[in-house]
Antibody, heavy 112, light 107 residues
């Protein structure tokens, strides 16, 4: 059974950093494309970042230069390093396998 | 960026009725379109991928069609658990984008 469990969210001040993790089971994170999708409170969905099996990465414009997606194959874990956080980054961050399987999300709140 | 427009914003229906949701893309995306259902406090659930393929475990009352720029999701006979928000999403061009959603509520 495919499972995705996110962690690492929390309350952080503007300009701060966090590392979000997604522990995967039931498949290999290196053999699928993996993504982070976020949803601000009461708002719609935004595809933030993606990493393909060959290592290519993509970012939506609003996070370029601030967020970094990566994976640790032997730990079967996906990461999102989020730096220089802004209020508009406040959201639930979901880990997604291709577009099929979603974790429950981890909440990032950026506030002073 | 491919902009997806969904209509209507809200669809009020009774259980047993048929619901038709629309998604229009600002440029052609072939059939690289998915539909998701989201209930409050839950992650989105994939219903349809590549415009017309039901995801694993999705009931046959959900169907999708379309290609290019115009797509529809049809729920043939609404069950009580189908009242939720539905999003379309394209994966033809980066950045992948979502529509703003259609809320299906109880009439």
């Amino acid at each position: 059974e495919v499972q995705l469990v996110e962690s690492g969210g929390g309350l952080v001040q503007p300009g701060g950093s966090l590392r979000l993790s997604c522990a995967a089971s039931g498949f290999s994170v290196s053999s699928n494309y993996m993504s982070w999708v976020r949803q601000a409170p009461g708002k719609g969905l935004e595809w933030v970042s993606l990493i393909y099996s060959d290592g290519r990465t993509y970012y939506t414009d609003s996070v370029k230069g601030r967020f970094t997606i990566s994976r640790h194959n032997s730990m079967n874990t996906l990461y999102l390093q989020v730096n220089s956080l802004r209020g508009e980054d406040t959201a639930v961050y979901y880990c997604v396998r291709e577009n099929q399987n979603w974790g429950r999300g981890t909440l990032v709140t950026v506030s002073s | 960026e491919v902009v997806l427009t969904q209509s209507p914003a809200t669809l009020s229906l009774s259980p047993g009725e048929r619901g038709t949701l629309s998604c229009r893309a600002s440029q052609s995306i072939s059939t690289f379109l998915a539909w998701y259902q989201q209930k409050p406090g839950q992650a989105p659930r994939l219903l349809i991928y590549d415009a017309s393929n039901r995801a694993t475990g999705i009931p046959a009352r959900f169907s999708g069609r379309g290609s290019g720029t115009d797509f529809t999701l049809t729920i043939s006979s609404l069950e009580p658990e189908d009242f939720a928000v539905y999003y379309c999403q394209q994966r033809d061009k980066w950045p992948f984008t979502f529509g703003p959603g259609t809320k299906v509520d109880i009439k």
